[in-house]
Each structure stands twice: as C-alpha cells, then as structure tokens.
C-alpha cells in the first residue's frame, strides 16, 4: 500500500524539519506537561494540519508564517488513527513556517512511550524514575509530531526537572539554570536529522562513569544509584564495538556522544536511540566474576546491536515500518561478527547457527510468514519484533555474505550507507548496492528469500542437488511457506579444503567434489539438508571431522527431520552418538530438547526406556567433564556442562545429580555457568522451604543476573499449588518487565502448565490490562509443550483463536501450530516405543 493508499499515512502537505521539546515531569504525581516548537514546510496551502498524538492533551495550536501568526481552533482527534487535527480559520501559507503547540500527559506504566520506572536504593527507598521507549509509534504519546520514520527532522530537548535529579537525553548538555525554586532546565544539543521513534530522554537519581574516549566520542554508563561495580564490561564491550564498526562502515560515529543507559523496568532488551541507549539492567550491568558465559555473550551481544543501529537503523532509516526486518536483521548480523571479533574464543558464529535453527523451527510452520510483509498500522508492525525478522533475517544476511564474500560484502554496505547516509531507504537499495559490488544476481536471490516465508530442504543423492519446500506436515490451511528458492550453496568434500559455491534453482546440479561431501560447508545456510543412502554412509563414520558448526547443524537438521516425521528415534540417536567427546554444548542441547520434549509424549515403559536412552548418551559426557572446571579447557565447556546435569537432574532424575545440585545450593556454590541448571535441578524436587528460600534470594540479589537466575527458576517447581502462588505473584509483586517470561516458564512446568494455562486465560483481560503489550505473548509460550493430551490442545485452540492479540496473533498461530506438530510427534514416537 502505498503512502497516498495508506490512512495510517500522515500527508506530506506539512512537513517537520526541526523540534524544540520542552518538558516538566512529574515524577512523584505520574504526569508530564510541554509544549513544542516544530519548524515545518507547507508544501501545499491547507487550513489543516494533521499530526500524530496518543494519551495527550493537547491546547489549540499557534503557526507563525511570513511575519502572521494563525491560530487553530481546539484539535479534533482519530482515536483509530491516533492523530490530531488542528483547523485554522484560514488557508495557511506555502513555505517555511512555525508551529506550537502545549499539552499534557502520564507517565505510564504501560513501558512504553513517555513512562515511570521504579527502583529500591540500598537505603531502602524507593526511587522514581521516567524514561522513554518510543519504538515503534510511541513519540507520539510523549509529544505531538510526525511520528514516522521516514520524517526526519533535528530535535532539541528542554528538560525541566528537580535540581537533585539527573537528566539526559540524545545530544550532549549545553546548560543548565538554576530556576530558584528547586528546579531546573537542562538544555540538550539539536541532534543529527532522525526519526522520532529514536528521541529519548531519561531524568531520575542516576550516576555515571567517567567518560572515556573513544576514538573522539565520549562514551559513559549510566546507572541507578550505587550499581556504578557493575559497569566495567558494558564500557569495555562499548569501546570495542563503537570502534569496530566505525572502521567496518569507514564512516564516523554520527551522533556527538554515546551514553548508555540501565533502565529498572525496560520492556524490551535494549533501544538504540541515537546517542542514549537504553538497556534492562541485566543486559548492561554485570559482574563477569559471577556471570555465566551465556550471560556475559549476551551482555556483549546486546551492546554491539544497539550500537551497530548508530549507522544502520540512525543514520540511515526504513521508509516504512515493513523495513524494520532489515535494521534488526542487520544489527543482529553484526553484533555477531563483532563479537566474534571481541572474544573469538567465544564462538559466536556457533551460536548464531543456533539462533538461525531456532528460525527455522518456526518458518518450517505453515503459519510462518515472509521476512518482509506489507505493515498498514502501528499495529501490524508489532508482528515484525519476532525471531523471523532477527534470527532468520540476520541468518539470511550471513549466508549472503558467505557466498559474496566478506570483502565484498563490506564494500556493498559502505556504499549503501554513504549513499543513503540521513536519509530513508527500501530494501532493494540495499541489494542494488551490494549487487554493484559483486556483480551477482543478489536483488533476484535475495527476493526469494525474504518476499516468501519458509526455506527449502537441499537433498545430496546420487551425486546432484535439488531442493524442494521444507515442512513439518501438510498445511491445515492455507500456506505460507513458499515454492522455490535461489539458494546459495556452499559444498566442501571432506579430503579437500576448497568450498565450492553454486546457486540452486529450480534444475538440479551436479556436485564434483570427492566424497564424502558436506552440504551447507561452514554451516551458514539458511535451509534443512539431507543425504541419499550412499552420501550418508560416507559422511557418518566421519562426523568428528565436520567443523563444529557443521556438526550443530547435522543434528539439527537431524531433529528437524524427526519431527516432520522424515526419520526415526533410532536415526537421531545414530546422530546424536557420533557428535563423540567433544565440548561443544550446542548440538548437545538440540539433544537436550530432544529428549525433553519426547520425554513429555511418553509415559510408562517406553518412558523408562527412554531415560534408559538419556542415561547412555549424557552419563559418559558427565562423567569426562563432572562438576568442576578442568584445567585448560575452553569456555564452552561450561555449557556443556550445565545442559548434562539438567538433563540428567531432570529427564533422567539421577539421584546422584540431584543430591549434589541440593548440596551445591545450599552451600552456595552457584557457579555462573552451572547457577541456572543447579537451581532446575533443586526446583524439580520440590523439596519443602526451597520455594521460600529461592524467592528470599531473588529479592536479595546482588546483580541483575543473580535476580534473573532466581526469579525464572521459580517457575521450575513441580508442583501445581506452588506454580499458583508464582502467578498471583506476577500479577503483585514482579515487575511488569518480567512477570510475562516468569509466566511463560511456568505454561511450559512439564507438570503444572495445563493449570497454568487454564489459570492464565481465566484472568486474561487482567493480564491484557497489567503486562506491557510487547510481552502479552511471552506468557504462553509453553503451548508448544503441550504434546499429550489432543483433547486439551482442542481447548487451548479454540481460547486463542478467539482472544487474538493483534499484531502478535500470528506468533500465538505458530504457537499453536508447534502444539499440533509436537501432537503429531508425541503419536509417532509412542508407535517406536
């Protein structure tokens, strides 16, 4: 739909260049009051000018132009539209022009736009903060604006506020008055042009880091009172990103500092907004010594995201909301690679192989969708914030950069951004520059991959390639999963080095490396493979010679194919027992879903056989590593570690495991790589006074980790009276951040989350009502789980088909489609048993 087509367009008549913001919150009374100066060009005389506001109450508004002012009448207001009209008493001039308006608000808390957030200092108090969250149409709840993205304009802040409270915003402080009276102003810096969703500001009792130079910006760390210990990660991260990307797309940092910013109570994980980035608390404060390496890769990971927005996403911005996909996509792509580049001990390109398969566990559903989409509404956009659009979106682009090359690659966004710099762009400016670049058909490859959803399944046998449309099943109704793709694929043999590129299409292609080969080299593509009779038993008996990324992606693929119903148990185990003694958590935690998902379909006998299965494959990985570090192993080994003793804590329920994760708790020997799988394991035997304790550490905790750690745990206890008591919690005493991922544990509690479920959607309007709407869908994402009784899926189908979500339903029909392909497996695999 285009923008003369679209009603949730804004006409471009009159048009933002530059904003005065001034503001005075309120913390303690939860309301805010401003007034705005916007600089505008009235491209074509009209008596009306038409804006967006939500939750504002808005004064009539003033323009003055070529030496008159006009004034409007009292705005009328689209409630569906979430706009404001203001109408003059006559036509308003063609040309350059002023417009002010005043208003009133609330801080919300609701964690999006202009909101409150709360904390409790060490002196017991608690203290108010208010903060902003603006992407993606939610500026407007903070002030009247043209709030789109491809209206960019210069914003300079006014922030009015108590003098012992800090303040912040996007550019770097220029003054501040005394006002006399226990107040002041604090004036901030016209920013670069930028779109408003990227406008943020911060005022509360914060402190901060020295600033510390990097290559010429002034980078700090701003946290709630007395949390300053927990900082030095985030500006050692920060440094190496903001330099790293500055020499990646040779282009300056373009904002003029970066201050980053732990929020108490943050819906999202982090916000790039130009210059102020906002994060939750766990993904900016942390202790190395205690954080786990999963923790601590997070921390770096999230950092490296937001700041690789600076260029891809600030500097250089979708037209329209249905081109969020790529700013996500391409920041998830690159915090990767700088991570990598930061820690390459870390493996991070491992893990972003699990991440895609996690991608791909949902676009082989015929409820996927396209990576890109037609977006009408605000509302439509909200679907777009899925693991589609990072996980998969980020995938795709890795795989291009694969069979470009890196260089090449590189050279292409460079061009893409130095043309493109303070401006808009589509999708196809970027795969026109990075076809300049190469020389390769890239627009025409990559159309196939992000205008259809799913992905193809690359089949080796008999020596050719072909593909075909991967799917769990045949489609209850109508499909999305598309037809045919231009796949990018990589082949090596394995007695030779070189990587062979081809691009499959609809005609099969010959493959001339030696066997045994191995599709999918590297490990980068984003499809299923299998192998033909003869090129399986060439590759099997030499697994231990695959990269390790190659082998995550065989049992993968593995996994995949069992549960379309393509392979038997007995075929993945053959897989699972060739991964060997290798220290490498990520195919052995695919293993790990595995057989806890299998182990929720069986019961009885067959259940026993199957721990019997647990036992032979997971005891002799325990028993190479046990419980404690070994001298000179890898950081990944750790992992491992913590997915052996959860598996054998829980699936298994081996006493010993159990007796020793129960001493370890209780001695307080959390480890940080162990600490979550610990706390399963002890919150799996219900023990009496557990619950209690684990709750007292959770408000006790002495970093957001150790916070989180505790408070998801307790959605772990097998008991149906305990998960109750955790859900009237979350509706008291969590934080709204965090209450919808508690609860989202519990529906999936192997033995309470049926009752969870009923629990929940018997108080959904309140839950609607209470949690931000970002999240709604997170606390239900056990649906998946429930694999054992059709009967009961029945029911749950039926509540969510008539209690959509909005622009989220499409993640609840995935949800849903999930529960009927692990019904489907659940069937299949008790016929093996």
Known sequence: MSLSTNPYRLARTVVPSAYRIFLTPDLEGATFAGRVEIDVHVAQSTPRITLHALDLAL????????????????????????????????????GAATLEIAFTGVLNDLLVGFYRSTFTGDDGRVHTIATTQFEHSDARRAFPCWDEPSYKATFQVNLTVPSDLAAYSNSPETSSTDLGNGWRTVTFAPTMVMSSYLVAFVVGPFEETPAIDVDGVAMRIIYPLGKGHLTEMALDAGAFALHFFADYFAIPYPGDKLDMVAIPDFSFGAMENLGLVTYRESLLLIDPATASLLERQRVAEVIAHEIAHMWFGDLVTMEWWEGIWLNEAFATFMATLCVDAYKPEWRMWVDFGIDRDAALQVDGLHSTRPIEYEVVSPEDTRGMFDVLTYQKGGSVLRMLEQYLGDTTFRDGIRQYLRTHAYANTVTTDLWDALEAASGQPVREMMNTWILQGGHPLVTLADG?????????????????????????VLTRSLDGATLTRQLLGETALEVRDAAPVVVNAGGSGVYRTRYGRA????????????????????????????????????????????????????????????????????????????????????VPQFERLGWDAREGEGELAGQLRATLIATLGIVAEDPAVQGEAVRRFESGELDGDLARSILRVVAHQNRPGDYETFLERYRQAATPQEEQRY?????????????????ERCFTEFRSQDAPLVLGV?????????????????????????FPPGLIVRMVMGIPTY????????????FHRSHPVGGDQRTIEQFLERMRVGLTFAAALRAQF
Not at 711 to 727: H, K, M, P
């Open 59 to 94: 004064g009539a508004a003033t323009l003055a132009a070529a030496s008159k002012t006009y004034r409007s009448a009292d705005p009328t207001y689209d409630e569906k539209f979430q706009t404001a009209t203001f109408t003059f008493d006559e036509a308003l001039p063609e």
């Open 787 to 798: 694999v054992k009784d059709p009967a009961f899926a029945d029911v749950v189908e039926e």
């Open 535 to 618: 090129e399986l038993e060439a590759l099997s008996s030499r697994i231990a010679e695959l990269e390790e990324l190659e082998r995550a992606t065989l049992v993968a693929d593995a996994w995949a194919g069992l549960l379309a119903g393509q392979i038997t148990w007995d075929a993945f185990l053959t897989t699972a027992r060739g991964l060997g003694d290798q220290d490498e958590p990520n195919p052995w935690g695919t293993v790990a879903s595995a057989v806890g998902l299998a182990h929720r379909a069986l019961e009885g006998a067959p259940r026993d056989t199957l721990v019997a299965q647990v036992r032979e494959l997971f």
């Open 464 to 488: 050719r390639l072909s593909q075909q449309p991967f799917s769990y099943g045949p489609a209850r109704t109508q499909s999305a999963i598309g037809s045919s793709w231009l796949v990018p």
């Open 711 to 727: 408070l998801l745990s307790l959605g772990d206890f097998a008991d149906v009276d305990t998960a109750r008591a955790t859900i």
């Open 746 to 770: 519990l529906s999936a509690n192997a033995l309470a989350g049926p009752t969870v479920w009923r629990e929940l959607t018997s108080r959904w309007d309140e839950a609607i009502a209470t």
